[in-house]
């Protein structure tokens, strides 16, 4: 784990539900595990199968975060937007994986399909500093070819002045062969890796980065952090150094039919991932209370 991230494993040895305290709420029926601050809600890990009622089967998901809630309790994700029901919440998605002569999607739908499925917890553990969750997943072909392996570590700290800092990486590696990830070039757009679908009161939100505020949705364009400002809540993503081509690289950041956060990696160039060398993406996400 890079340095950047702090709180040590050691420091998060026991699990607590006691009042103060960050701590855990499985629920293997829902597929779901819910972390608190004291009785605070912080976020909730999608690791089952979820589907909205009435959504096509073919838009099963698992391995995302939904909903990450802001420091009053209030929802700040949208899960399942009829706009786009693939977006989910805080999730990280390719709209183009290259993988056994094969070109398909963990963004959207594709066919051959392509889906990030639970296989193993790595680390639980809370305490009165902080939350630390590690989950390992499989990237698996058509539902029967593991292609890729991706482990996620999600290190949360107690709010403090006003603020909750969530600390995410991602370390994926390619199984069984190489793997092509990439963005969409046909439409000249390089989303894809983390990204954040806001709730409803996003749309409309300010829009500002380290260059300043943006007067309009922007795609393909370097920042080193990015945010949404709402009336009732503010969310801001911020690329660690440690991420490959960070801190500065290419983000799409909308606000105009939903606040949608996301620090665009590889981008228009596709990346490709070899076994045994595994890549590691850095991001801190900062939650506020809102107020323009």
């Known amino acids: 784990m890079n340095r950047a991230i702090p709180l040590s494993a050691a420091a998060l040895l ?67 937007p ?49 939350a630390e969750l590690g989950v390992e997943n499989s990237w698996v072909l058509d539902g029967k070819d593991k292609v890729a392996r991706e482990n996620v570590l999600v290190r949360i700290l107690p709010a403090d002045a006003g603020e909750r800092r969530v600390y995410i990486q991602i370390v994926l590696e390619a199984v069984g062969g190489p793997l092509e990830l990439g963005g969409a070039p046909d439409q000249n757009k390089g989303y894809g890796g983390l990204c954040f679908r806001g709730a409803p009161l996003f749309a409309g939100a300010a829009m500002s980065t380290d260059q300043g505020p943006l007067q309009a949705d922007v795609v393909n364009t370097p920042f080193r952090w990015a945010k949404l400002t709402a009336k009732e809540a503010e969310v801001t993503i911020e690329v660690l150094p440690e991420h490959p081509g960070g801190p500065k690289i290419p983000w799409l950041v909308r606000a105009s039919y939903a606040g949608v956060l996301n620090p665009s990696w590889p981008g228009l160039s596709p990346a490709v991932l070899d076994p045994a060398e595994p890549v590691r993406l850095n991001y801190l996400v900062r939650v506020r209370g809102g107020g323009r």
């Open 14 to 80: 026991l699990s607590a539900a006691a009042a103060g305290q960050m701590n855990f709420v499985d629920d293997p029926k829902a597929g779901t595990l819910s972390v608190r601050d004291g009785r605070a809600e912080v976020l909730v890990y999608r690791y089952g199968d979820q589907l909205k009622e009435g959504v096509d089967p073919k838009y099963t998901r698992s391995g995302y975060i939904h909903p990450l809630f802001g420091l009053d309790g209030r929802v700040l994700t949208d899960d399942f």
């Open 82 to 130: 009829a706009d786009h029901l693939h977006h989910h919440g805080l999730f990280w998605a390719w709209p183009v994986v290259k993988t056994r002569g094969v070109e398909t999607s963990t963004w959207e739908v594709r066919s051959p399909p392509l889906r990030q499925i639970f296989s193993r917890w790595t680390i639980q553990g809370a305490s009165l500093v902080g």
